[in-house]
């Protein structure tokens, strides 16, 4: 069985896998790491979205042997410590979830929204993005509204612009 | 998903190689088509040569007569890519259309040529701006690429490693989403060339992307969407399924092309 490395949420993985092994599953069942969820396993629903090497991919289409010392991020890496990360702290905030499922997958698209797109987000280009990204629960409008507040507190937390306002 | 065995290929002759020495090898791009039809057990390769890590396969070049973007360019990377926005911006359009932004990151321009989805958008374009798909064996007009439903003129072991898009003096692309999958129930895109113009249908064709010769012939004699009133495609020979029938997708046919000919005028 081929051997994989990587980095996830900063910290160096190692190990041998079935060649089949999606990313996700390797993030879930071999690093125990069962934040990122399993929706759907065909790339529609954006449950299983976390980042590599910096961008939003669906876990569930990519093998982990592709991930071979790429720097993944779930979103166990995204909190500090007990704090919250602002994007999470929106949806707490904002009411962005009910069962929860699909938050993990909201979260990580969420970040790299604001990756792209910055932090004042309109509800169309937040709803527009979200087109990969299913919720059977909210109705998607505190989602939205999460997410625009989450991207707005994410400026004042960016230490960059903090040390710029300074 | 059945077993198989993964090569990371470094070079493009090692890539090549691979595939001509194992039978029923085959490359591996951005995965989104390949991995979810292996899922599927719809594709059951004997070993996967993953291109992700040759070099020399995602550039993106603008030239005084055409836009050069290698097989392995993402999705992504082309709807923002200032040369693409600035050479064919129809095209840097088309690919922000594509699936979602998970799905952009990781599907190539490549991949998704030698799938030839009969409802994916790229084909169109290829067909419209008669692009030249560049192999580690030939040039290949897209006029001579697509060979039916999920079907290239491509051998086993022959890898496409650019597209070269001759800039348009006018261009657009007008997508008709399925609302679930956000594939094209039908896409048209338009280009008026130096010397001709041309239509380009996908989504629509029971054996893939398409051209209308009758509305060629009209948007060549007036480039506006007045000349295509009256014209239509026989729904005969379209797609029908739960989403479309052939009949609807032959009105749409006609009515995003206006739109793609409006769009292309500004
Ligand atoms: C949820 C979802 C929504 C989507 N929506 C759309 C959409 O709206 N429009 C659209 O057009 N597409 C859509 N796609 C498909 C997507 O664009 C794929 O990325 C694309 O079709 C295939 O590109 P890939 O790089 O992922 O190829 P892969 O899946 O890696 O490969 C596809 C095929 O091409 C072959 N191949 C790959 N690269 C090369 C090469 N360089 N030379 C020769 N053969 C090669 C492979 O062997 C395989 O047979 C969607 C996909 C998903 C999962
Ligand atoms: S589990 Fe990956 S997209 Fe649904
Ligand atoms: S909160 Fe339940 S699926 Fe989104």
Redesign the pocket.
Known sequence: MPVVSMTVNGNPVRAEVDVRTLLVQFLRETLRLTGTHVGCD???CGACVVHVNGVAV?SC?MLAVQAEGAEVLTIEGVARGDALHPMQEAFRQNHGLQCGYCTPGMIMTALDIVRRKGHELDDRTIREELE?NLCRCTGYHNIVKSIAAGARAMAGDDPARQQAAE | MYDFTYHRASGLRQATNLLAKHEDA????????????MKFRL?S?SNLVD?NAVEG?NGIELTSRALVIG??A??AEVHVSPQVQQGIPALAALAG????P???H??????????N?P?????AAALALGATIV??KRKIPADEFFAGL?E?V?EPD????KVSFPLPKKAAYQ?F??PA????IVGVFVAKRPAEVRVAV?GAGASGAFRVPAFEEALQKRFHPKSLEGLSVPAEGLASDIHASAEYRAHLIGVMARRAVAAANG
Do not use: C, W
């Open positions: 065909t790339s529609q669906k289409t990969g | 085959k490359p591996i791009a951005g995965g989104q088509s390949l991995l979810p039809m594709a390769p291109l396969l097989a392995m993402r999705h259309m594509i699936g979602d998970a799905v952009r990781r599907g190539t321009l490549g991949g998704s040529l030698a799938n989805d409802t994916a958008d790229y084909p192999t580690t999920f290239t491509l022959e890898l496409i490693t997508k989403r399925n999958s956000r594939y094209a996908t």
